[in-house]
Nanobody, 121 residues
Framework: QVYLVESGGGLVQAGGSLRLSCAAS????????MAWYRQAPGKQRELVAG???????NYADSVNGRFTISRDNAKNTVYLSMNSLKPEDTAVYYC???????????????WGKGTLVTVSS
């Protein structure tokens, strides 16, 4: 089994900062891309940022320059540093990862259960 567990969400005032973490654990041979998504009430889930195993990153236009995604491959952990937070950043934030469980298996996408970020005005 594979588990992705997010942490670091909470309530913050506009202009503030938060750092989310997501650790993958369980039966893991290797982790490819990792990413953060978010879903605001009444809206579809959207990609926030992604990072490849080699470190290449991509960001949604709405967070570019404010959020930074990073990863620690030794810990199978991905981070999202969020600065200059806005009320419109309020959402449940989910991480996902493309994981290979054994040397001979294909990869699968796994999701965490999410962590709530609330930005007050």
């Amino acid at each position: 089994q594979v588990y992705l567990v997010e942490s670091g969400g909470g309530l913050v005032q506009a202009g503030g900062s938060l750092r989310l973490s997501c650790a993958a654990s369980g039966s893991i041979f290797s982790v490819n891309g990792m990413a953060w998504y978010r879903q605001a009430p009444g809206k579809q889930r959207e990609l926030v940022a992604g990072i490849a195993s080699g470190g290449t990153t991509n960001y949604a236009d709405s967070v570019n320059g404010r959020f930074t995604i990073s990863r620690d491959n030794a810990k199978n952990t991905v981070y999202l540093s969020m600065n200059s937070l806005k009320p419109e950043d309020t959402a449940v934030y989910y991480c996902n990862a493309e994981i290979r469980r054994t040397l001979y298996s294909g990869t699968m996408i796994y999701w965490g259960k999410g962590t709530l970020v609330t930005v007050s005005s």
